[in-house]
């Protein structure tokens, strides 16, 4: 039998190669690419000032988040007219197959959260939408 082991993926090593929504930058900590892990992805999204992703869902997936830092909203619903904001220290679950669009509502801070989805970071790109569509978001 195989010896099991902890994995640590140390700060500044963690993997890019996952699927991304645009210029959201996805990262993960413990996930199928990296890790033995064969049911979980963790990893770390970055959003810069006045960012949105695309529209996306994440197919079959649990998605959990926590914000770190900065004032997030998640637009979705029929033309994504409805949303929910969420700031440093909530916590967010987005069920799967929810299209949906992330936005750092913040022109001048960096919006930070964790992420984690069962069973990898699956992400489905949907056509976009005009930024006039997305109540109270602005890039700048």
């Not at 890790?35 to 770390?44: H, R």
């Not at 926590?66 to 916590?91: C, N, P, Q, S, W």
Request: proline share 9%; net charge negative.
């Amino acid at each position: 039998m195989e010896k099991v082991v902890p994995i640590v993926t140390r700060a500044g090593a963690e993997d890019k190669r996952t699927a991304q929504s645009d210029d959201c930058v996805r990262v993960s900590g413990v996930s199928p690419q990296h890790t033995p892990a064969t049911k979980i992805w963790f990893g770390k999204v970055f959003n810069e000032p006045g960012h949105r992703s695309p529209p996306h869902h994440h197919k079959e997936c649990e998605t959990g988040g926590y914000v770190l830092k900065g004032h997030g909203r998640i637009y979705f619903g029929d033309d994504y007219k409805e949303y929910t904001d969420m700031y440093a220290g909530d916590f967010v679950f987005v069920p799967p197959f929810m299209p949906h669009v992330e936005v750092n509502m913040s022109t001048t801070e960096e919006l930070i959260w964790l992420t984690c989805r069962t069973p990898d970071n699956l992400v489905e790109n949907l056509p976009d939408v005009p930024d006039e569509q997305l109540e109270g978001y602005r890039r700048s």
